[in-house]
């Protein structure tokens, strides 16, 4: 069995390149926070992350399903190349100026490789897919953990909801909430896809619960006032875990490239 294997001996090939490319994508969305900080027009970088924000969602999950399907290798490599030179390309044109045709053009393409995964799901095939993505985290103990802390976040998220109707200042409430929607949607995809290269145990926990603590002080620091450098070094930390477990997926899965 090849080293490439062994690291999820349930993975095929298509899965192992759908882990690579969705960590790229989830690389590229993290690197649009620190982007905007020194950009003149940081208003268009935002809008980008936006724009990834609504469409690498429900890509991630369509095209998770998709693979579970069985599809041809080369059609689903070929889609997944696609749409990531598609995103990059659409990111781009929010901060340089390329013309509208390509830009229109990659949101087009993007948008209709997930509805295409999405149809070829729906009405295609639909096998059971729960005991192949469960089989992917075999140690038990990173499974609980990475759903317990995944847990905790939802509810931090879900509970600045009505918070931001009894502060009295709730715009500082939906700031934390979107800045949370950036950060935590890359977490959840990377620290799954990370549990699937056999970590060692105590290090992905200790990850995991780093995470989780420097979250929970970036958004005390947009309700509370925080020392500037308690909630910069919480962005910092959440952002170099999340790298790092990107980074460390593309690195184990690179073959699949």
């Known amino acids: 069995m090849s080293s490439q294997s062994s690291l999820c001996p349930s993975c095929t090939d298509l899965m192992q390149s759908y882990f690579v490319y969705s960590a790229i994508l989830a690389i590229k969305l993290l690197a649009l926070a620190p982007l905007a900080a020194v950009m003149c027009n940081p208003e268009k970088v935002q809008r980008a992350n936006v724009s990834d924000l609504k469409n690498l969602t429900p890509f991630w999950l369509v095209a998770a399903f998709y693979i579970t399907t069985s599809p041809e290798r080369n059609t689903a490599l070929t889609l997944l190349r696609c749409f990531v030179l598609a995103r990059f390309v659409a990111a781009l044109g929010y901060v340089k100026r390329l013309p509208k045709m390509a830009t229109e053009l990659a949101f087009f393409v993007s948008f209709s490789i997930t509805a295409y995964m999405s149809g070829y799901v729906v009405f295609t095939k639909f096998p059971c897919s729960i005991n192949t993505m469960a089989c992917l985290i075999p140690n038990d103990e990173l499974m609980q953990s990475y759903i317990f802390y995944s847990a905790m976040l939802i509810l931090k998220l879900l509970a600045l909801v009505p918070l931001a109707s009894i502060v009295d200042n709730p715009e500082k409430v939906r700031k934390?909430?979107?800045?949370?929607?950036?950060?935590?949607?890359?977490?959840?995809?990377?620290?799954?896809?990370?549990?699937?290269?056999?970590?060692?145990?105590?290090?992905?926990?200790?990850?995991?619960?780093?995470?989780?603590?420097a979250r929970f002080v970036a958004a005390l620091g947009y309700v509370l006032k925080l020392p500037r450098i308690a909630t910069d070094s919480a962005m910092f930390v959440s952002h170099i875990i999340t790298g790092f477990m990107g980074t460390w997926v593309i690195y184990k899965y690179r073959k699949a490239l």
Request: hydrophobic fraction near 55%.
């Open 176 to 213: 934390a909430n979107v800045n949370d929607l950036k950060n935590l949607t890359p977490f959840w995809l990377l620290a799954g896809l990370y549990m699937t290269t056999s970590p060692e145990t105590m290090t992905a926990i200790i990850l995991m619960r780093s995470f989780v603590i």
